[in-house]
């Protein structure tokens, strides 16, 4: 079986934060609030939550892969490359950060194709957490 590519571990951990937000708001916003006058930091948490999900939404949103020529063959390329890194990193154990580096822009690279399938499943999770998280807020 394939491993799953960047977007679509994106989809399901979004999916799995909305369901439970989905089934959990309701207890999660008292608790939140009542949280919130003790430690008021939190309304900032749930503001950087926000924020991230937003970032997260633009970049998806600018995201037009289908018309790069040759991308399914780039990204086959980049698909080669982990067991290459897996291998590079038993010789060359010092250069695990660069290797990590180059493995996570590869991730990227390998699942574009697929993205244009994924986007709107994607958008519509981002704002429906969105919403939700702003409801949480005191």
């Given at each position: 079986m394939a491993e799953p590519n960047?977007?679509?571990?994106l989809k399901a951990v979004l999916a799995d934060f909305?369901?439970?937000l989905d089934d959990n708001v309701a207890t999660i916003?008292?608790?939140?609030?009542?949280?919130?006058?003790l430690v008021p930091q939190v309304t900032e948490l749930i503001d950087l939550l926000v924020e991230l999900m937003n970032k997260l939404k633009t970049e998806i949103q600018n995201l037009d892969v289908g018309a790069i020529p040759g991308l399914?063959?780039?990204?086959e390329f980049t698909g080669k490359i982990p067991a290459?890194?897996?291998?590079?990193k038993k010789i060359l154990p010092g250069e695990t950060?660069?290797?990590?580096?180059i493995a996570d822009v590869a991730s990227v690279v390998t699942g574009l194709p697929?993205?244009?399938?994924v986007k709107t499943e994607l958008l519509d999770l981002i704002t429906a957490i969105t919403t939700h998280l702003n409801s949480?807020?005191?």
């Open positions: 960047l977007f679509e571990e909305k369901t439970f916003k008292p608790a939140i609030q009542a949280i919130a006058s399914g063959e780039v990204a290459f890194l897996d291998a590079a950060g660069a290797i990590e580096s697929s993205v244009d399938q949480l807020k005191p």
